[in-house]
């Protein structure tokens, strides 16, 4: 183990804590840039609670409203000249993870020369990331993508139909005010969906990482007990309010880095899953619950030890051959999600087999290595991708 | 669960990151007021590689050496004197537990105005924390206390054998540099103590927190578990460099709060240990070793289940019966401490039974709450305390 870690967000969590939105705010600026999704914030009354917290310290707000699940290059470029244009000095992201990540990058496109898309990877152009953002506050209404507490944020460029990453210490929150209350409007589908998402975070890591990370194996063995003892009772009741609190402490620490700090990992199966997502109207949760099982199955083979250990700690299973036991894992593990409501095939996203090569070409686009070669364990091909795929039509 | 957490120091891990220490100084200053303890570092050559890195990096040193085990408010004062006389603007801790925690309040010190134990909670004397410090950077030389990724310190006054904790938002380090090589030349009865205190920041916050906090407690399961497995390879061969990082990957997650957050736990056996440790020239982590098995069976007397879930996580006891299973577990438990080495007795620490009332006492006087008890679940009065500690004579 040799790594880095550092994450400076001041973490506020518990249910009611957006009441202290306005006072959080007040410590960064005067005027916020309050971005949102679809309105659901409007329509459960999120939005006016955080207005009026706002008001209450002092802060006015200006609204950017309307970021698209799988937010778009176009929103992103218009919610920077909102915040320019208002002259806001601090951004409010109150929604779901496409919120969050439009609003962090919305944060650095204030101060950010030249094309945005240039602060992200995609093919040969060269990468400029940010370095400078107004301060950020995240308020999810979802439990998923643990973009609250971290530097990352996701976006596609509508242009070429490409879903992109980018991570820059300027994107850090300044402070995430996580109220489970938030998310108990969540329907049933899309809250399966976020635990799919916010198991698969730490599966990444898990099976891509490096040797020898004992203590990150047994606490990603914890997230994902814990996410699938509480939450099929998110799913199967959203006004639990319990189950909605640990399934979402679940998703924050799935992508704060606790989990993977020195696993060193890349996340393949989130590079096939976001050309799917990219070109298809589909939940990022749900496409990830279509390739996940599918790229278990072709990762097992080169490394059945290793998917044996999260069969037996998981699911106790107690066969003693490797690779029978992780597949059988694997098996539980589909089972599981399919449980909950999500889909684990290509058709049940409305998604034929007609573009597996182009979804294989997009993902090495954006996250080939020099070899032409998605990088994970094993090391992964166009062809290995498109077989993943078609195991998963 | 309703809590907030922050942590921004930045961790720096691996075998050979000493040589960064340079680079990393070079970021808060100029001039570093190296703080050491008995001389162990001088005698395996860290001093000398750490000075030369500062040198080439453009950061001269001074030094203050000889902080005492168990360190004293006298030697804290004298190394804030050091760093304001000779304007020192960054302070490194090259040690264990106590160096670091010394450090920690010594670069608050150069800031601090009256006496410095106001700083400190104790008997009816109001406490000032600290609100500014120069920057710190730790490198751990030891796996035990946790102190490099915290905002903690605890620190013995001489004039009344007083061991008391402060912990501050200036007191996080900027830096934390962990090098599992530094640990190679700790001896087994110190690895084993380190050991020990590692588990026991676990173990404070199982049994004490507020109940509800399923990742935490998978968490803190994690960590013991890891610490069970690598700590005596580290104590049976201190050169098992893998054993070593991975025990001290387990103490800096044992204490950063990342497996506390949102517990909000007193940690009563360390209150206890502290008197101990303040009046006996034992290391904290033998102390917590004697005091931790005898709580726990007066603790799990009012919460079986809670101990019953330990023993069947950790050590995968069936009893079926709670308080059979409880009792199993913690018996396992010591045995584990005394496989290492660890006493598990006062008497093996050459304490008698004299002062008991003395050391209940002094732990209320620091710790106890306006009813004159000290929190923990359950609470306990002078008389639980001194029960406690009878039953490990």
Same mark, same amino acid.
């Given at each position: ?35 949102? &999704? ?9 939005? !006016? ?14 609204? +950017? ?14 919610? &920077? ?6 002259? +806001? ?50 308020? @999810? ?28 210490? +300027? ?25 799919? !998402? ?56 799935? =992508? ?11 996340? @393949? ?61 694997? !098996?539980?593990?589909?089972?599981? =999600?399919?449980?909950?409501?999500? @889909?684990?095939? =290509?058709?049940? +996203? ?15 686009? $954006? ?25 998963? $039509?």
């Amino acid at each position: 183990m040799k790594f880095e870690y550092q994450n400076p967000t001041r973490m506020i969590f518990g249910a009611g804590t957006l009441l202290r939105l306005g006072e959080v705010a007040r410590e960064y600026g005067n005027k916020a840039m309050i971005v949102t &999704g679809g309105g659901s914030v409007k329509r459960n009354g999120a939005f !006016d609670r955080a207005v009026a917290s706002l008001d209450e310290a002092g802060v006015s707000a200006v609204e +950017c409203s309307g970021v698209e699940p799988n937010p778009r290059l176009s929103s992103v470029a218009r919610g &920077g000249e909102i915040a320019r244009r208002e002259s +806001c000095d601090v951004v409010i992201a109150l929604g779901g993870g496409s919120v969050m990540d439009a609003a962090k990058v919305m944060a650095a496109a204030v101060f950010y020369e030249g094309d945005l898309w240039n602060m992200f990877p995609h093919g040969q152009a060269a990468r400029r990331l940010p370095t400078r953002a107004l301060p950020i506050i995240t308020v @999810p209404t979802l439990a998923a993508t643990g973009s609250e507490m971290n530097s990352g944020a996701v976006i596609t460029d509508e242009k070429t139909m490409i879903k992109s990453f980018v991570g820059a210490k +300027c994107l850090y929150p300044k402070a995430a005010i996580v109220d489970p209350e938030l998310t108990v409007s969540v329907p049933p589908d899309q809250t399966a969906y976020g635990i799919c !998402d916010l198991i698969t975070h730490i599966t990444e890591a898990y099976f891509n990482g490096v040797d020898g990370t004992p203590v990150q194996d047994r606490f990603a063995e914890g997230v994902i007990l814990t996410a699938m003892e509480y939450g099929p009772k998110a799913v199967a009741d959203g006004n639990d309010l319990d189950a909605r609190a640990q399934t979402q402490w679940a998703s924050v620490v799935a =992508l704060n880095g606790w989990v993977q700090a020195g696993t060193l990992s890349p996340f @393949p199966v989130h590079m096939i899953e976001h050309t799917l997502s990219a070109q298809h109207d589909i939940a990022h949760g749900a496409g990830l619950s279509v390739v996940n099982p599918a790229w278990m199955r072709f990762a097992a083979k080169t490394r059945p030890a290793r998917f044996a250990q999260f069969a037996r700690r998981i699911f106790g299973i107690t066969k003693s051959d490797d690779m029978e036991a992780a597949l059988e894992g694997i !098996d539980r593990f589909e089972a599981f =999600l399919r449980s909950i409501g999500c @889909p684990t095939r =290509l058709s049940e +996203c409305g998604i034929g087999d007609e573009l597996l090569d182009r979804y294989a070409e997009d993902t090495l686009l $954006v996250a080939g290595n020099a070899e032409g070669q998605l990088p994970g364990r094993p090391m992964m091909t166009k062809a290995d991708i498109v077989e993943v795929l078609r195991a998963a $039509v």
